[in-house]
């Protein structure tokens, strides 16, 4: 797991950092849940998260994280340890990923908002145009703060 600030030259940052972050900080969170065989993760990637508009109002209003759904890598998320649970020969998914899709059938790519508590607002399994996720993230933050200006509404 990152937590990446999107910005032209990313600073990543270890799952430890972020999860240190999360708990200090109050913005909303969204995750990012990707596998490194869907070509539709690499779509999304290569396309909604390389927009200009979308990645500034990420980094002023939320916190991105990348989730891999096969990491197996143990990841600390809001003070609790996740780990890779196997499946069957050779697959698996990490116990993050399936909290965060609801431990129900997963579908990628996959996108979790959360609450500045952390608690979950809703999800969505599909692949989402950079113009669609900037008008669900400004509903979001009108949602969520009602009083920082959006961009253009000054």
Known sequence: MLLIPLQPAAQLRTPEKA???LQRQSKPVVIFVYTDWCRYCRLMEETTFKDPDLIA???R????LKVNAEEKRPIRFMGRMYYYRPTGAGTG????AAFLLGNKPAGYPALV???PGANLLFRVNTVITPEDLL????AIH???N???PLPGNR
């Open 61 to 64: 209003y939320f916190y991105f």
């Open 113 to 115: 908002f959360l609450s």
């Open 135 to 138: 008008r669900l993230l400004a």
């Open 146 to 148: 009602q009083s920082q």
């Open 19 to 21: 999860d240190s972050v």
């Open 57 to 59: 109002f990420l980094h």
């Open 142 to 144: 009108k949602t969520e």
């Open 93 to 96: 998914i990490h116990e993050l």
